[in-house]
């Protein structure tokens, strides 16, 4: 089993890539539509992802993108909290 990355790196990959893609994590959680332990899962299925590397590229080339890459381990939650 490979080393978890750190918290708060993932952490804050996890806002630029809500951003990037339009899903508003803070908003849902602040509206209880995303649960503490859904906004700690994002994060710790981050933290055990292979592409952090890759993501922090993609997130320097695609700001403002409709869908995160299907190699995010998180992109059906974004896509999910953007239809929200």
Same mark, same amino acid.
């Given at each position: ?5 750190? #918290?708060?790196?993932?952490? *804050? ?6 951003? @990037? ?6 908003? +849902?959680?602040?509206?209880? #539509?995303? @649960?503490?332990?859904? /906004?700690?899962n994002?994060?710790?299925? %981050? #933290?055990?992802? &292979? /592409?952090?590397?890759? %993501?922090?590229? *993609?997130?320097?080339?695609n ?6 890459? +299907?190699?995010?381990?998180?992109? &059906? #939650?974004?896509?999910?909290?953007? @239809?929200?």
């Amino acid at each position: 089993m490979k080393p978890l990355g750190d #918290r708060k790196q993932h952490y *804050w990959l996890v806002k630029q890539m809500a951003k @990037a893609t339009g899903a508003d994590v803070v908003g +849902a959680h602040a509206s209880g #539509r995303l @649960a503490q332990s859904d /906004w700690a899962n994002l994060v710790q299925t %981050c #933290r055990e992802c &292979d /592409w952090s590397e890759g %993501c922090q590229r *993609w997130l320097h080339t695609n700001p403002k993108a409709s869908d995160a890459p +299907a190699s995010c381990p998180n992109c &059906d #939650r974004f896509a999910a909290l953007q @239809a929200v």
